[in-house]
């Protein structure tokens, strides 16, 4: 791969210069008025929708994504754009119903809205698990696949450096509070979104030009559903007898209709509404605010396929008619991850570091926005709540930041050698493997303690360890102990020959029986619970503006699903 030329230094300098001049500037003029604490976490009152809107994807989007959904794209295609498009409709029902009852309680962070509900035990249980969580999978695999991607754009030199680099950056960004990360991420999105589309242009003229067609992306697209049909369908059949491995593989990962009926929505649901990281940013706006933002970053998600997964699908075609074979399999040692750094290194000079800015932007807008919620989880809710309860804004400031570079470097420490494994498990699996077995649990307890008053605490700690240890039985322990085949659900053998039952089904049972046990145990409670909280019927109602966004997303959302079924 050829390196960096002088145009791509240049370009990747301008982006630096300006994300960092710009957060300076923002930081300067909020430094003139007086700070609190919610100011500085929250950005309260002061991030406008678009704001909001650019920071939730600028957070989201990242090199686990860049990379394991290219991939994802290269080896089951356009079915991987499920979790982005059904994404867009998680977050119309987080604007409409979640929103509406954190600001009602003015909730600022997720381990309160457990103690408001529910009790201490609950919230310093999940606030513990969230920062482990948040430092030890979250920011270690962005910080371990960022510094590969951007290693491998520049001819695989320099990973410590770049890794260091990215820290750095990152902690400038944080540092400076939400209100610096907000408006710093509404760059950091259009510096991704063109540097993504300028790869997509170039991965479909490639794959035109590949074919005889001319250097044409709309040719090179057309081509793409010509030769790999299957690489277009929404859903994955069922395997049957006679299907290949290949093909059960695909399935195991995206379970065709099964999958929009259990697991992408507790995957989607608990990931937009009920995480820190990502609610915090519409947290301190008002309702409409809010709302409007939300549903911003909902458009923004359906744009997403093509800059992430795209690039997948066109490295599968050319690989499978002879081209990129070196680039896909390094060395002899093929990895379908390898599909956009493969797309990568046929950029031409200045689109190089177009792209180089482009991934360094998703990178820091992640690093900034987790850093950030760590801050805010472990001052918030624990430092004030047990450690000095009478701090004043300017000390709970302080050690907000000094948590935030606390954090960063505990996390280099463990990714400077890789001591989590997280090149061997594979960045998106690594962090799918560590979140997924607690969302059935954790979810269960956002949504029956928002919308029924009967819920209790008892209830809420069993659901988080049902949901646990229901999540660990069926994805490792079921099909030997159960069966291949049950009422429930099918196992099919993997690539390793153990059976297995796919991921999102395995959530989508345990989120069931969590449920079931919830009610259960809250029916033998009280039947009026002083904490259950108080609804208004007026919270849901919507603005026209929002009414015509939802809409506007449903009616995407579905032409998209009728043209890829």
Request: aromatic fraction near 20%; charged fraction near 5%.
């Given at each position: 791969m050829e390196k960096f030329a002088t145009i791509d230094y240049v370009i990747f300098l301008i982006y630096f210069i300006v994300v960092s001049g710009y957060g300076y500037w923002i930081y300067r003029r909020q430094k003139s008025a007086s700070e609190s604490s919610k100011d500085y976490f929250l950005a309260e009152g002061s991030l406008t929708w678009w704001a909001i809107g650019a920071s939730l994807i600028a957070s989201n989007i990242s090199a686990e994504q860049f990379i394991g959904m290219s991939g994802n794209g290269f080896t089951v295609g356009i079915a991987v754009a499920a979790y982005e498009w059904i994404a867009a409709i998680a977050l119309i029902i987080v604007a409409v119903w979640f929103i509406p009852v954190y600001l009602k309680n003015k909730i600022f962070t997720m381990p309160q809205f457990l103690k408001q509900r529910y009790n201490e035990t609950t919230a310093l249980i999940m606030a513990i698990f969230?920062?482990?969580?948040?430092?030890?999978?979250?920011?270690?695999s962005i910080l371990y696949l960022g510094a590969l991607?951007?290693?491998n754009l520049g001819g695989g030199e320099n990973f410590h450096i770049i890794m260091l680099a990215l820290a750095v950056?990152?902690?400038?960004?944080?540092?400076?509070?939400?209100?610096?990360?907000?408006f710093t991420d509404v760059i950091q999105v259009v510096v991704l979104i063109i540097g993504g589309l300028?790869?997509?242009?170039?991965a479909l003229?490639?794959?035109?030009d590949h074919f005889g067609l001319g250097k044409d992306a709309l040719a090179g697209f057309k081509q793409l559903m010509v030769d790999s049909p299957k690489h277009f369908n929404l859903i994955v059949d069922k395997p049957t007898e006679q299907s290949t491995q290949e093909e059960i593989n695909k399935y195991l990962m995206l379970p065709g209709i099964g999958m929009y009926l259990a697991g992408i929505w507790i995957v989607n649901l608990n990931y937009w509404g009920c995480n820190q990281y990502i609610t915090q940013r519409a947290l301190g706006a008002d309702l409409k605010t809010a709302r409007t933002g939300i549903l911003f970053a909902g458009f923004l998600k359906l744009l997403m396929p093509i800059i992430v997964m795209l690039p997948g699908i066109a490295a599968y075609v050319l690989y499978k008619n002879g081209a990129l074979q070196e680039e896909m399999a390094p060395g002899g040692n093929f990895n379908a991850d390898n599909a956009y750094s493969a797309i990568l290194g046929f950029l031409p000079n200045g689109m190089k570091g177009l792209s180089l800015a482009a991934l360094t932007a998703a990178i820091v807008a992640s690093l900034a926005g987790k850093a950030n919620s760590i801050a805010t989880i472990f001052t918030m809710d624990i430092y004030n709540k047990y450690m000095d309860k009478n701090a004043s804004e300017k000390k709970l400031i302080k050690v907000g930041k000094i948590t935030i570079v606390v954090s960063i470097i505990v996390s280099l420490l463990f990714t400077w050698d890789d001591l989590l494994g997280i090149g061997g498990a594979g960045g998106f699996t690594f962090i799918q493997k560590y979140t997924g077995f607690i969302s059935p649990g954790v979810?269960?307890?956002?949504?029956?303690?928002?919308f029924w008053k009967r819920t209790t605490g008892s209830a809420a700690i069993a659901g988080l360890i049902t949901g646990f240890?229901?999540?660990?039985?069926?994805n490792n322990y079921a099909p030997a102990w159960f069966g291949h085949e049950t009422f429930l659900y099918t196992a099919y053998p993997n690539a390793q020959g153990n059976y297995e039952i796919p991921f999102q089904i395995c959530m989508g049972l345990a989120f069931l029986f969590t449920m079931i046990v919830m009610v259960s145990i809250s029916l033998l409670g009280p039947k009026i619970n002083p904490k259950g909280l108080e609804l208004d019927r007026r919270m849901f109602k919507l603005e026209p503006s929002v009414t015509v966004m939802v809409v506007v997303t449903i009616l995407?959302?579905?032409?998209?699903?009728?043209?890829?079924?």
């Open positions: 969230w920062l482990f969580l948040y430092v030890f999978v979250n920011l270690t991607a951007i290693s950056f990152s902690v400038i960004i944080t540092l400076g509070g939400m209100k610096v990360i907000g300028a790869t997509t242009y170039v003229t490639l794959v035109s979810f269960a307890m956002f949504l029956l303690g928002m240890v229901l999540s660990v039985v069926f995407l959302v579905g032409a998209l699903y009728v043209k890829f079924w």
